[in-house]
């Protein structure tokens, strides 16, 4: 690994020092050797990757840190946070020569635990492990693992869990509520915190006028299209609390995830979420509230004199949020459904075939896959309402009959997975890894590593085929 020690370059405040603390009988999950190798692991640290991600063998060139943070937590001020079972154990080169940090997820309480006991259990690891995987090769950002370690070592849950340990990447763990935690706790570092995120990770803003502006423009626009790539794949966060976006755009600390079958926009995968606060439908909104709340925390950037034009400044960058998520997700549902971009009546016929979803409660990613096949009899043949279908079908029809249908249709192969990471399929590989068996984490690793291949050798009919009526989707909890 080539090591590129940058975080505890800032002020001390700003992070604890601590080695992490194994947990007892750790042994092998599953390694993601393709990413070790974009890394630039050497030899060696491939043969080592169950003690490096277990915590047992950490590096002399980065001293691990858990990070302080804020946030607000469901609308919520919740005060201090931070890594409270996490640790950064390396920030490391990758073959691209950006910077990528190594978060190890339950290594252990920290000062910043508060009632946690600082670890994670086999179930959330191998979510979150899958579910990287998965939006990366969907072509979301997202953090993503290179390994996970299971152990022997019971973990008090609802129910008594075993304990794990998961290496995540990620170009990026500063967190809006980062910003929330310098401004309430320690207004002094606030510029030299700012300079430090432009450098690192957005060093084109400092040739701008002010960069500082720029640094918020180019966040709300990262952000925006994160959220717009997460619609169109059906993905909900389920927790978009202010500690859990972070200042580039990548997807991190999805918990209680999940990637929505049935058509239902006001689903909620988050059985803690009693309000309904992060439901798919609610993303855009909450994205848009979750930048409102952080460029509250810039305004201290600028001199006293020019405060009041900074503000009008960072609202003016606001606006650009809508507009940003509204091109790039109709785009993006044009490319899903096969339909030029450019034709003003292909917006209107994407919301009517979302809308027949949404009544008739049919499988949104299998619905797409259906309509690419041009099977549409089978569509049909779903639906109650078929008046609203054939509506549908002849405007559809009628749109694409003046257009090239091949490139429509090559497009529509690499915007339609025909796998995603059903909380079922997660689930059946939580229970044999529970016994541990890890094969069907490997099975479904391989074929989440190219959703938009279809792989009749690796798939199960249980990966594709739509909920049946009466069974409802799994909804999952915060606290694991
Ligand atoms: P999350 O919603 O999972 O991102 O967690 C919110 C906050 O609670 C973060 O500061 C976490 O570090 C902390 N936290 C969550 N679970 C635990 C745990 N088991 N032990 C200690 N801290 C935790
Ligand atoms: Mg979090």
Same mark, same amino acid.
């Given at each position: 690994?080539?090591?590129?020690?940058?975080?505890?370059?800032?002020?001390?405040?700003?992070?604890?020092?601590?080695?992490?603390?194994?947990?007892?009988?750790?042994?092998?999950?599953?390694?993601?050797?393709?990413?070790?190798?974009?890394?630039?692991?050497?030899? #060696? $640290?491939?043969?080592?990757?169950?003690?490096?991600?277990?915590?047992?063998?950490?590096?002399?060139?980065?001293?691990?840190?858990?990070?302080?943070?804020?946030?607000?937590?469901?609308?919520?001020?919740?005060?201090?946070?931070?890594?409270?079972?996490?640790?950064?154990?390396?920030?490391?080169?990758?073959?691209?020569?950006?910077?990528?940090?190594?978060?190890?997820?339950?290594?252990?309480?920290?000062?910043?635990?508060?009632?946690?006991?600082?670890?994670?259990?086999?179930?959330?690891?191998?979510? #979150?492990?899958?579910? =990287?995987?998965?939006?990366?090769?969907?072509?979301?950002?997202?953090?993503?693992?290179?390994?996970?370690?299971?152990?022997?070592?019971?973990?008090?849950?609802?129910?008594? #869990?075993?304990?794990?340990?998961?290496?995540?990447?990620?170009?990026?763990?500063?967190?809006? =509520?980062?910003?929330?935690?310098?401004?309430?706790?320690?207004?002094?570092?606030?510029?030299?915190?700012?300079?430090?995120?432009?450098?690192?990770?957005?060093?084109?803003?400092?040739?701008?006028?002010?960069?500082?502006?720029?640094?918020?423009?180019?966040?709300?626009?990262?952000?925006?299209?994160?959220?717009?790539?997460?619609?169109?794949?059906?993905?909900?966060?389920?927790?978009?609390?202010?500690?859990?976006?972070?200042?580039?755009?990548?997807?991190?600390?999805? =918990?209680?995830?999940?990637?929505?079958?049935?058509?239902?926009?006001?689903?909620?995968?988050?059985?803690? !979420?009693?309000?309904?606060?992060?439901?798919?439908?609610?993303?855009?909104?909450? =994205?848009?509230?979750?930048?409102?709340?952080?460029?509250?925390?810039?305004?201290?950037?600028?001199?006293?004199?020019?405060?009041?034009?900074?503000?009008?400044?960072?609202?003016?960058?606001? #606006?650009?949020?809508?507009?940003?998520?509204?091109?790039? +997700?109709?785009?993006?549902?044009?490319?899903?459904?096969?339909?030029?971009?450019?034709?003003?009546?292909?917006? !209107?016929?994407?919301?009517?075939?979302?809308?027949?979803?949404?009544?008739?409660?049919?499988?949104?990613?299998?619905?797409?896959?259906?309509?690419?096949?041009?099977?549409?009899?089978?569509?049909?043949? $779903?639906?109650?309402?078929?008046?609203?279908?054939?509506?549908?079908?002849?405007? +559809?029809?009628?749109?694409?009959?003046?257009? $090239?249908?091949?490139?429509?249709?090559?497009?529509?192969?690499?915007?339609?997975?025909?796998?995603?990471?059903?909380?079922?399929?997660?689930?059946?590989?939580?229970?044999?890894?529970?016994?541990?068996?890890?094969?069907?984490? !490997?099975?479904?690793?391989?074929?989440?590593?190219?959703?938009?291949?279809?792989?009749?050798?690796?798939?199960?009919?249980?990966?594709?085929?739509?909920?049946?009526?009466?069974?409802?989707?799994?909804?999952?909890?915060?606290?694991?």
């Amino acid at each position: 690994m080539h090591f590129n020690p940058r975080y505890p370059s800032l002020n001390s405040k700003l992070y604890h020092q601590q080695q992490p603390s194994p947990l007892r009988g750790a042994k092998a999950g599953h390694f993601n050797e393709a990413l070790a190798d974009e890394l630039q692991w050497s030899e #060696e $640290d491939k043969a080592n990757w169950v003690e490096i991600c277990s915590g047992q063998k950490t590096f002399a060139e980065f001293t691990p840190l858990a990070m302080v943070y804020a946030g607000h937590q469901f609308g919520q001020w919740a005060g201090q946070l931070g890594d409270g079972r996490g640790l950064l154990i390396g920030q490391i080169l990758n073959q691209h020569g950006q910077t990528i940090d190594l978060h190890l997820k339950g290594a252990g309480s920290t000062p910043y635990s508060r009632m946690g006991d600082g670890r994670a259990v086999l179930r959330s690891v191998i979510r #979150e492990y899958l579910a =990287g995987h998965a939006l990366n090769a969907l072509g979301v950002a997202s953090s993503h693992a290179v390994g996970f370690t299971t152990s022997t070592q019971g973990v008090q849950r609802e129910t008594l #869990e075993l304990g794990a340990m998961l290496l995540r990447t990620s170009e990026c763990h500063i967190r809006l =509520g980062h910003f929330e935690w310098i401004n309430q706790y320690a207004p002094e570092l606030l510029t030299e915190f700012t300079q430090k995120c432009i450098e690192w990770h957005y060093p084109e803003c400092l040739e701008a006028d002010n960069p500082n502006l720029a640094f918020a423009k180019a966040v709300i626009e990262r952000t925006a299209i994160m959220i717009a790539k997460w619609q169109l794949v059906g993905f909900a966060h389920g927790v978009m609390n202010t500690d859990n976006l972070n200042i580039t755009g990548s997807t991190l600390d999805f =918990g209680p995830y999940g990637f929505m079958e049935r058509f239902r926009p006001n689903w909620i995968n988050n059985h803690s !979420d009693y309000q309904g606060r992060y439901t798919y439908q609610n993303q855009p909104s909450i =994205g848009h509230w979750n930048l409102w709340t952080w460029l509250n925390n810039l305004i201290p950037l600028a001199k006293p004199e020019h405060k009041e034009q900074f503000k009008h400044d960072l609202a003016t960058c606001l #606006e650009q949020f809508e507009p940003t998520f509204l091109h790039h +997700y109709g785009q993006g549902l044009c490319e899903k459904i096969g339909l030029p971009h450019f034709h003003k009546d292909s917006l !209107d016929c994407s919301f009517a075939f979302l809308r027949i979803l949404q009544t008739e409660q049919l499988d949104y990613t299998q619905s797409f896959i259906r309509l690419q096949n041009k099977a549409y009899k089978a569509l049909r043949d $779903d639906c109650l309402d078929l008046r609203q279908f054939d509506a549908f079908l002849h405007q +559809y029809q009628g749109i694409r009959n003046n257009q $090239d249908t091949d490139e429509l249709d090559r497009v529509m192969q690499s915007a339609n997975p025909h796998y995603i990471l059903r909380n079922h399929m997660a689930q059946k590989a939580i229970e044999l890894a529970e016994r541990g068996d890890f094969s069907e984490v !490997d099975r479904l690793f391989k074929l989440l590593n190219q959703p938009y291949q279809k792989q009749p050798e690796l798939e199960t009919e249980q990966d594709t085929a739509p909920l049946p009526s009466d069974v409802p989707e799994i909804s999952v909890s915060c606290s694991s």
